[in-house]
């Protein structure tokens, strides 16, 4: 502390080791000292001065001692309650956010995360002595430490671990109106995140502990909620132009503006003074954090009061993102760039503050509706003639008059649409240019539309977790009431989202230390409604989070690992449909992102361009066939792990086949014949599942001899590229079947070993070329986690149209254009970044019999009118609502059995 280091980054954190050294020695003498609170808090109030040989240290020393006794005070306390509370004390008291994330890094709290048989009387004396210590000492800590944020954040958190009973006593009653006194004026006071959100936490559990005085802290709630209301009730409405309303506040206060909320709403203070847009922020953000810990539902007087707040801050928020999106809020409502960061937070703490008085109204319909099952369960326990509980006069006139709870006036219902009007306009701010390459991303308008967009995904996800669409089959009509059926709106702009994004998660893949953050705000808040809501789940949008299975850093393929072994407990048939999604779409990708050969008598320097390019294009392949063999390996262990997805791997090889043999899809332009053989090495991953089967082995090959007659038998098939002939017969010799032959009118693919070779037949329109030597063989079970080196199934297809060497001519001609003409008739995904295709939810009794593999029918022939196969089309914005849930789906790809009489 004498050295060069200053105060603020001393490393007092070290402290906590010595802590847990002094708690470990065996001896009592010395592992009891760090729970002789009257001690250590004596040290603090008394013995301020620091020395060093025996004379006085500098004042920074004087700092730096304090702010190390404080810490070994509070970790101390913690420490000390997770050993001696009762089980579950500190989760039931503490934020259970707050405790699982301080209880995964903090030593301390590790022991109170283990099941322990309930305190023994030592351990509830010890508790009750260190919790008699806390509550006299503690508000005179925060008085002393106040205008020190690294020790005012510790020790706000420290009413948690006092027992609440302590306060009961007469001589307790003033610490406990001063406690809560000095944590209601630093919450007032306080512009420090860390500060507010430490004050919330201990005023809620002061206000809900079950003390005989916790009727202060509801007070002290009660205020601070009600000033930050009547704040932002005169600081939120905005009128058409922009400007400042002078709205009355809800009717909760019945008061109009205050001189200075005035003054504000002009749309700045006098010089130097915070902006109306900094207040709003700054009381939004307070409420928010204020919501989280405490169920400030019940601080209104009526859910009327509630709803008008809400309302006034949809029309708040919606109106300042539509000014962004039309004119910019630089010049019109605000005048710098810190004040439009200031409407961002306006709009990520209004957006959690609806977002939290929907779970605390949800909740608390659950727990009545709980409580009336018991009961009825109570009464029928008692048997039809005893009358537990006889109606009274008028009961039946009031039911009458409640109706049955669908008729969409429940206050958590219009909370939860609220919550969506708000995250759909958040997700209206994306602009294709902010998705371009090249685009700036310092751009204020791109700054604003990622900060918003971000905070509408992890909303949109918990309100797609909160109100799960399994609710619709719920007994209470108040509960299905709740159940978000039209959740299209969130999943397409969800997936957009991510889908412009996800470079920040493919670039894990070579960082030295990946940014776990990223996974937190973009993949994470993906899976969730997808995992939970899995049964009638989206499979289109599961498959754009699968594919980060792979490459996209370890952090991101454990998630997504977990989150597939859920998704497969739940339903394993609609994993096998999300999987074949996610193929498809890389797949799609990869066909898009062919690299553009130079014009004839390139440069050295467009060459090596060139070169690289099209390693990066086999790379990305190579990383395709690596995807796939990770979801077929996840499937089981020598044997499908799910019986029922022993029935349906048969139709995800047709799928597979059928994809591979079409010339469109969704309507999309046709694209040149055999355009897509190359995804039967990618479909080669899932063959080891039926290969031991003769009857699953023959359904598939039957299809295979269908579409491989119908490609031969086109008169476009001279234009088949070889290398796409080569991998067919790959995919033959994998199923264990005989080289196509037809009668010796076409040609033969053999396979011997090794080598495959194209042998001429009679036809003329054969292509007479040999293929090579060393074509790899195929691969007899899927690749495994980690094994990337292992030679695949299939040799990997060389750019679409692309020379062996550039310079020598192919056998259709100028191999740039038939580059560019695959890439002007496939659909550019990564442009429109709406990827998403799912079956209609309208639809009158879904099930798996009409059901479509996302953007084809299962059924649809190569070349095929989709009018013709059923296939459902995609909206313009790429997405159509999840499948229709209200029946189970029979059987995957039925149609496919249908169509081989199986």
């Given at each position: 502390?004498?050295?060069?280091?200053?105060?603020?980054?001393?490393?007092?954190?070290?402290?906590?080791?010595?802590?847990?050294?002094?708690?470990?020695?065996?001896?009592?003498?010395?592992?009891?000292?760090?729970?002789?609170?009257?001690?250590?808090?004596?040290?603090?109030?008394?013995?301020?001065?620091?020395?060093?040989?025996?004379?006085?240290?500098?004042?920074?020393?004087?700092?730096?001692?304090?702010?190390?006794?404080?810490?070994?005070?509070?970790?101390?306390?913690?420490?000390?309650?997770?050993?001696?509370?009762?089980?579950?004390?500190?989760?039931?008291?503490?934020?259970?956010?707050?405790?699982?994330?301080?209880?995964?890094?903090?030593?301390?709290?590790?022991?109170?995360?283990?099941?322990?048989?309930?305190?023994?009387?030592?351990e509830r004396r010890r508790h009750d002595d260190l919790s008699a210590a806390l509550a006299g000492a503690l508000p005179a800590l925060l008085t002393k430490f106040g205008g020190d944020l690294a020790i005012l954040t510790q020790l706000l958190v420290l009413p948690a671990y006092i027992i609440p009973s302590v306060y009961n006593l007469p001589q307790r009653r003033a610490d406990f109106h001063s406690l809560v006194k000095k944590l209601a004026e630093f919450f007032a006071k306080s512009h420090d995140r860390g500060v507010l959100m430490h004050c919330a936490m201990s005023l809620g559990v002061l206000a809900s502990s079950g003390s005989a005085r916790e009727e202060a802290a509801r007070v002290a709630v009660q205020d601070a909620a009600d000033e930050l209301v009547k704040t932002v009730g005169e600081l939120l409405p905005l009128d058409a132009k922009g400007a400042h309303t002078d709205r009355i506040s809800p009717r909760k206060h019945g008061s109009t503006l205050s001189a200075s909320a005035k003054k504000r709403a002009k749309g700045k203070e006098k010089e130097g003074g915070e902006s109306?847009?900094?207040?709003?922020?700054?009381?939004?953000?307070?409420?928010?954090?204020?919501?989280?810990?405490?169920?400030?539902?019940?601080?209104?007087?009526?859910?009327?009061?509630?709803?008008?707040?809400?309302?006034?801050?949809?029309?708040?928020?919606?109106?300042?993102?539509?000014?962004?999106?039309?004119?910019?809020?630089?010049?019109?409502?605000?005048?710098?760039?810190?004040?439009?960061?200031?409407?961002?937070?306006?709009?990520?703490?209004?957006?959690?503050?609806?977002?939290?008085?929907?779970?605390?109204?949800?909740?608390?319909?659950?727990?009545?509706?709980?409580?009336?099952?018991?009961?009825?369960?109570?009464?029928?326990?008692?048997?039809?003639?005893?009358?537990?509980?006889?109606?009274?006069?008028?009961?039946?006139?009031?039911?009458?008059?409640?109706?049955?709870?669908?008729?969409?006036?429940?206050?958590?219902?219009?909370?939860?649409?609220?919550?969506?009007?708000?995250?759909?306009?958040?997700?209206?701010?994306?602009?294709?240019?902010?998705?371009?390459?090249?685009?700036?991303?310092?751009?204020?308008?791109?700054?604003?539309?990622?900060?918003?967009?971000?905070?509408?995904?992890?909303?949109?996800?918990?309100?797609?977790?909160?109100?799960?669409?399994?609710?619709?089959?719920?007994?209470?009509?108040?509960?299905?009431?709740?159940?978000?059926?039209?959740?299209?709106?969130?999943?397409?702009?969800?997936?957009?989202?991510?889908?412009?994004?996800?470079?920040?998660?493919?670039?894990?893949?070579?960082?030295?230390?990946?940014?776990?953050?990223?996974?937190?705000?973009?993949?994470?808040?993906?899976?969730?409604?997808?995992?939970?809501?899995?049964?009638?789940?989206?499979?289109?949008?599961?498959?754009?989070?699968?594919?980060?299975?792979?490459?996209?850093?370890?952090?991101?393929?454990?998630?997504?690992?977990?989150?597939?072994?859920?998704?497969?407990?739940?339903?394993?048939?609609?994993?096998?449909?999300?999987?074949?999604?996610?193929?498809?779409?890389?797949?799609?990708?990869?066909?898009?992102?062919?690299?553009?050969?130079?014009?004839?008598?390139?440069?050295?320097?467009?060459?090596?361009?060139?070169?690289?390019?099209?390693?990066?294009?086999?790379?990305?392949?190579?990383?395709?066939?690596?995807?796939?063999?990770?979801?077929?390996?996840?499937?089981?262990?020598?044997?499908?792990?799910?019986?029922?997805?022993?029935?349906?791997?048969?139709?995800?090889?047709?799928?597979?086949?059928?994809?591979?043999?079409?010339?469109?899809?969704?309507?999309?332009?046709?694209?040149?014949?055999?355009?897509?053989?190359?995804?039967?090495?990618?479909?080669?991953?899932?063959?080891?599942?039926?290969?031991?089967?003769?009857?699953?082995?023959?359904?598939?090959?039957?299809?295979?001899?269908?579409?491989?007659?119908?490609?031969?038998?086109?008169?476009?098939?001279?234009?088949?590229?070889?290398?796409?002939?080569?991998?067919?017969?790959?995919?033959?010799?994998?199923?264990?079947?005989?080289?196509?032959?037809?009668?010796?009118?076409?040609?033969?693919?053999?396979?011997?070993?090794?080598?495959?070779?194209?042998?001429?037949?009679?036809?003329?329109?054969?292509?007479?070329?040999?293929?090579?030597?060393?074509?790899?063989?195929?691969?007899?079970?899927?690749?495994?986690?980690?094994?990337?080196?292992?030679?695949?199934?299939?040799?990997?297809?060389?750019?679409?149209?692309?020379?062996?060497?550039?310079?020598?001519?192919?056998?259709?001609?100028?191999?740039?254009?038939?580059?560019?003409?695959?890439?002007?008739?496939?659909?550019?995904?990564?442009?429109?970044?709406?990827?998403?295709?799912?079956?209609?939810?309208?639809?009158?009794?879904?099930?798996?019999?009409?059901?479509?593999?996302?953007?084809?029918?299962?059924?649809?022939?190569?070349?095929?009118?989709?009018?013709?196969?059923?296939?459902?089309?995609?909206?313009?914005?790429?997405?159509?609502?999840?499948?229709?849930?209200?029946?189970?789906?029979?059987?995957?790809?039925?149609?496919v059995r249908s169509s081989e009489g199986k």
């Amino acid at each position: 502390s004498d050295g060069d280091v200053p105060a603020e980054e001393a490393p007092v954190h070290l402290a906590d080791l010595l802590v847990d050294s002094l708690r470990a020695i065996d001896d009592p003498s010395h592992s009891s000292l760090p729970s002789n609170f009257p001690a250590l808090l004596r040290a603090i109030h008394e013995d301020s001065v620091a020395t060093v040989d025996g004379a006085r240290a500098s004042d920074k020393t004087d700092v730096v001692k304090q702010r190390v006794l404080v810490r070994m005070l509070c970790y101390s306390v913690r420490a000390e309650a997770s050993e001696v509370a009762p089980p579950r004390f500190l989760a039931n008291s503490i934020d259970p956010a707050y405790f699982g994330h301080a209880a995964a890094h903090d030593t301390a709290l590790a022991v109170g995360r283990k099941k322990r048989k309930a305190p023994s009387a030592n351990e509830r004396r010890r508790h009750d002595d260190l919790s008699a210590a806390l509550a006299g000492a503690l508000p005179a800590l925060l008085t002393k430490f106040g205008g020190d944020l690294a020790i005012l954040t510790q020790l706000l958190v420290l009413p948690a671990y006092i027992i609440p009973s302590v306060y009961n006593l007469p001589q307790r009653r003033a610490d406990f109106h001063s406690l809560v006194k000095k944590l209601a004026e630093f919450f007032a006071k306080s512009h420090d995140r860390g500060v507010l959100m430490h004050c919330a936490m201990s005023l809620g559990v002061l206000a809900s502990s079950g003390s005989a005085r916790e009727e202060a802290a509801r007070v002290a709630v009660q205020d601070a909620a009600d000033e930050l209301v009547k704040t932002v009730g005169e600081l939120l409405p905005l009128d058409a132009k922009g400007a400042h309303t002078d709205r009355i506040s809800p009717r909760k206060h019945g008061s109009t503006l205050s001189a200075s909320a005035k003054k504000r709403a002009k749309g700045k203070e006098k010089e130097g003074g915070e902006s109306s847009e900094y207040g709003l922020a700054h009381a939004m953000t307070k409420l928010h954090l204020l919501s989280q810990r405490c169920d400030v539902t019940e601080l209104f007087r009526s859910d009327d009061d509630l709803l008008q707040l809400v309302e006034t801050m949809v029309a708040g928020i919606t109106t300042r993102l539509t000014i962004q999106q039309e004119r910019g809020l630089l010049g019109t409502l605000v005048e710098t760039e810190n004040e439009v960061a200031d409407v961002i937070t306006t709009v990520r703490a209004g957006t959690g503050f609806l977002l939290s008085c929907a779970a605390w109204k949800f909740t608390a319909l659950v727990a009545g509706q709980e409580r009336t099952d018991a009961a009825d369960a109570e009464g029928h326990a008692a048997g039809p003639d005893d009358d537990v509980h006889p109606p009274a006069d008028g009961d039946a006139d009031e039911a009458e008059d409640e109706g049955d709870g669908t008729e969409g006036d429940q206050t958590v219902v219009r909370l939860r649409d609220a919550l969506v009007a708000i995250c759909g306009a958040c997700f209206d701010q994306f602009r294709p240019e902010h998705a371009a390459d090249g685009a700036d991303p310092d751009d204020p308008g791109l700054v604003f539309a990622d900060a918003v967009q971000k905070s509408a995904l992890r909303a949109s996800a918990d309100v797609r977790c909160l109100f799960v669409r399994t609710l619709e089959d719920a007994a209470a009509p108040q509960l299905r009431a709740c159940a978000l059926l039209n959740d299209a709106p969130l999943v397409r702009g969800a997936v957009r989202f991510f889908r412009s994004n996800e470079e920040k998660l493919r670039a894990n893949e070579v960082l030295e230390e990946e940014d776990v953050g990223v996974v937190d705000d973009l993949l994470a808040p993906l899976c969730r409604p997808i995992v939970t809501g899995w049964a009638n789940g989206n499979r289109r949008e599961a498959g754009v989070a699968l594919g980060h299975i792979t490459g996209s850093g370890q952090e991101a393929a454990a998630r997504v690992a977990a989150a597939s072994r859920m998704m497969k407990r739940t339903d394993g048939p609609r994993l096998l449909e999300a999987q074949m999604a996610s193929l498809r779409q890389s797949y799609n990708d990869w066909m898009d992102s062919e690299p553009e050969e130079p014009e004839d008598g390139p440069t050295e320097e467009e060459a090596a361009r060139f070169e690289e390019q099209e390693e990066a294009h086999q790379e990305q392949f190579e990383n395709l066939e690596f995807q796939a063999s990770r979801f077929s390996a996840s499937l089981g262990v020598g044997k499908l792990s799910d019986p029922a997805l022993e029935a349906e791997i048969v139709g995800f090889l047709a799928e597979g086949v059928r994809f591979a043999f079409c010339r469109s899809d969704s309507g999309d332009d046709e694209i040149l014949l055999g355009g897509r053989l190359s995804f039967l090495s990618v479909v080669s991953k899932y063959v080891v599942w039926v290969r031991k089967d003769a009857e699953k082995r023959t359904a598939v090959g039957e299809m295979l001899d269908r579409e491989d007659h119908a490609l031969r038998s086109d008169p476009d098939f001279p234009e088949v590229l070889e290398e796409d002939l080569v991998t067919l017969a790959d995919f033959r010799a994998a199923l264990d079947l005989p080289p196509y032959v037809d009668d010796g009118t076409r040609a033969t693919i053999s396979v011997a070993g090794s080598a495959t070779t194209l042998a001429a037949s009679t036809s003329a329109t054969t292509p007479a070329t040999t293929v090579g030597e060393g074509t790899p063989t195929s691969s007899s079970a899927p690749t495994t986690p980690g094994s990337r080196g292992t030679p695949r199934s299939m040799g990997t297809p060389r750019s679409r149209g692309t020379p062996r060497s550039m310079g020598t001519p192919g056998s259709m001609g100028t191999p740039g254009s038939i580059g560019r003409s695959v890439r002007s008739h496939m659909s550019s995904t990564r442009a429109s970044l709406s990827p998403l295709l799912e079956e209609d939810a309208s639809g009158e009794g879904s099930s798996r019999a009409t059901s479509t593999v996302p953007g084809n029918s299962v059924g649809e022939s190569s070349g095929g009118s989709p009018e013709a196969s059923g296939v459902v089309r995609a909206d313009p914005s790429g997405v159509s609502a999840s499948e229709g849930s209200n029946t189970q789906y029979s059987d995957l790809f039925e149609n496919v059995r249908s169509s081989e009489g199986k």
